[in-house]
T-cell receptor
Framework: AQSVTQPDIHITVSEGASLELRCNYS??????LFWYVQSPGQGLQLLLK??????LVQGIKGFEAEFKRSQSSFNLRKPSVHWSDAAEYFC????????????FGTGTRLTIIP | GAGVSQSPSNKVTEKGKDVELRCDPI?????LYWYRQSLGQGLEFLIY????????KSGLPSDRFSAERTGGSVSTLTIQRTQQEDSAVYLC?????????????FGPGTRLLVL
């Protein structure tokens, strides 16, 4: 069965600093990979997704992620964080054998300090 | 356009009572998903509806949980004889056609507290 690991429960970053959130997946074939963000009291919003092709994916709000098959990773990056980026971030993997449900990681809470 | 809506936004109930949670997907979306977000378990898939096909119920944790989707649109998740461990945020999502890798759009969730 597919699984997703987000090893960092909580990360604190200074405003303007760069950010990298880690995500590792376990899946037997080429996965569909997603990053979602959840602000307090809000639903999940898609930041970006990877299907195939270019391994560097650009998303909304200045985020990008790189798919590395050799490392089974799909880390999320942003060159300069803003206070509004404080939220919880979830990595997810989608089954590509006709079962469209998503399997989520446990999430990483991002705190931004001035 | 309007996103996925869920009601109620918050629900407090007593152990043993039944609850119904409602989801209105984005208009025209044929696929609908229910997930549960709890402190101990993270985000878990519960059930998936796609058009007129039989739903994928593989994520429902017990037979106290059921869901239906009427007319291919609105969905209701019912929890019978609620238990304290059912306390969680229940999230609904919809996607256009339920295709592999398609973007799922999430509602704001229903926060359920079982006393």
């Amino acid at each position: 069965a597919q699984s997703v690991t987000q090893p960092d429960i909580h990360i604190t970053v200074s405003e303007g600093a760069s950010l990298e959130l880690r995500c590792n997946y376990s899946y037997g074939a080429t996965p569909y990979l997603f990053w979602y963000v959840q602000s307090p009291g809000q639903g999940l919003q898609l930041l970006l997704k990877y299907f195939s092709g270019d391994t560097l994916v650009q998303g909304i709000k200045g985020f990008e992620a790189e798919f590395k098959r050799s490392q089974s990773s799909f880390n999320l990056r942003k060159p300069s964080v803003h206070w509004s980026d404080a939220a919880e971030y979830f990595c997810a993997v989608g089954d590509n054998f006709g079962n469209e449900k998503l399997t989520f990681g446990t999430g990483t809470r991002l705190t931004i300090i001035p | 356009g309007a996103g996925v809506s869920q009601s109620p936004s918050n629900k407090v109930t007593e152990k043993g009572k039944d609850v119904e949670l409602r989801c209105d997907p984005i208009s025209g979306h044929t696929a609908l998903y229910w997930y549960r977000q709890s402190l101990g378990q993270g985000l878990e898939f519960l059930i998936y509806f796609q058009g007129n096909s039989a739903p994928d119920k593989s994520g429902l944790p017990s037979d106290r949980f059921s869901a239906e989707r009427t007319g291919g649109s609105v969905s209701t998740l019912t929890i019978q004889r609620t238990q304290q461990e059912d306390s969680a945020v229940y999230l609904c999502a919809s996607s256009l056609a339920g295709l592999e890798g398609e973007t799922q759009y999430f509602g704001p969730g229903t926060r359920l507290l079982v006393l």
